[in-house]
């Protein structure tokens, strides 16, 4: 008796191995153990580090421009920018024109964390197994494929 399963070809496109989302996530979940212990080093966790790139990228925004960039709610981004303000890496203060808005400053110690971090990527270059060249496009290919699903909501 022949069953569904037994035929290769019924719902390949359901096969989890064909899904783009599961390549992704699965990605994600490994270069996020592979960041890990070199982000332990500097007493950082992932998404403290994703907040951190963007504050040594323009130092001086708001939580919303913050949680805009990092396509994040301001609301779960909140407690993690207090740790990291507890650890001494930034300061947060309230606006003077609009107490409803908290602008995020890096500290001292939070900009010499930079220096400390300029060798992350090279690590996450050699455990890829990728030339930069390839690293890039893959970039640039899943830029574009953010672009396009954001446009799409």
């Known amino acids: 008796m022949t069953t569904e399963r037994d035929t290769p070809d019924t719902c390949d496109h359901l096969l989890l191995d064909n899904q783009v989302c599961f390549a992704l996530h699965s990605t994600s979940l490994l270069m996020t153990k592979v960041y890990k ?71 001292e110690q939070g900009r010499a964390l930079r220096e400390k971090a300029r060798g992350i990527p090279q690590c996450i270059l050699g455990a890829s197994g990728q030339t930069i060249q390839q690293l890039q496009k893959l970039q640039n290919d899943l830029q574009e494929l953010r672009s396009h699903l954001q446009e799409s909501l």
């Open 37 to 107: 212990p070199l982000l332990q080093a500097l007493g950082l966790t992932y998404p403290q580090y994703l907040a951190m790139l963007v504050l040594w990228e323009r130092d001086g925004l708001t939580v919303g421009e913050i949680s805009t960039r990092l396509l994040t709610d301001p609301g779960s981004l909140t407690p993690l920018l207090k740790r990291l303000e507890v650890e001494g890496l930034l300061s947060r203060t309230r606006s003077r024109e609009d107490e409803r808005v908290v602008i995020v400053e890096l500290t």
